[in-house]
């Protein structure tokens, strides 16, 4: 339950409706507590994938793919480049649309459902030298094979879809290649 007393008359009658909105029985005051946007960047360099180390909870010193909440009025897009520049003091100039998948994200005993949108940004010849993360947010980098990415090590349930996703998206590639046709 996000509050136990009523916003509006400081009721504690709160009872929640639709499994998403929460309504005072003394005063009729009603909360929606709608899904939140988030947006991460898969970072494919070198044959390599790009995780932060988490620095705060929730899943502190678990893998995450750079990226966070849509501020209010801001593009998934544009949330993706501000976040990077921010967790690692680099940011893309240039990705694709990978996925977009649900998520719970809970935050000071607060229950988040978010919706997680995810692009994939190639930046090959990125290193950590190329990188200033802000210590608040990211405790280190590490650069991961796909092949070789532990899914338990992974801090949101979100970004394990996003790299399952990811990885179907290198396998459809690698499919339908020109090469795979040459003689």
Do not use: Q
């Not at 509050?3 to 509006?8: I, N, V």
């Not at 950590?128 to 532990?150: N, Q, S």
Request: aromatic share 12%; proline share 5%.
């Amino acid at each position: 339950m996000p509050f136990r007393h009523c916003p509006s008359c400081g009721g504690t009658e709160i009872r929640l409706e639709f499994g998403k909105a929460f309504r005072c029985g003394a005063c009729g005051f009603l909360y929606f507590h709608n899904v939140a946007t988030a947006a991460g960047a898969v970072i494919e360099s070198d044959g390599r994938l790009l995780f932060i180390v988490r620095a705060m909870e929730p899943a502190a010193g678990l893998l995450a793919l750079p990226g966070g909440f849509v501020d209010p009025g801001e593009r998934a897009e544009d949330a993706v480049v501000r976040e990077c520049r921010e967790e690692i003091g680099w940011a893309p100039k240039e990705f694709e649309f990978l996925a977009s998948f649900p998520n719970r994200y809970e935050y000071r005993s607060i229950l988040y459902n978010t919706c997680d949108f995810f692009f994939l940004v190639r930046a090959d010849g990125l290193s950590v030298k190329d990188l200033e993360l802000d210590p608040e947010e990211t405790a280190g980098v590490r650069f991961v094979r796909p092949d070789e990415v532990v899914m338990e090590d992974l801090a949101f349930e979100s970004t394990r879809m996003a790299i399952g996703a990811y990885l179907e998206y290198k396998a459809r590639i690698r499919v339908n290649s020109p090469e795979r046709y040459s003689s």
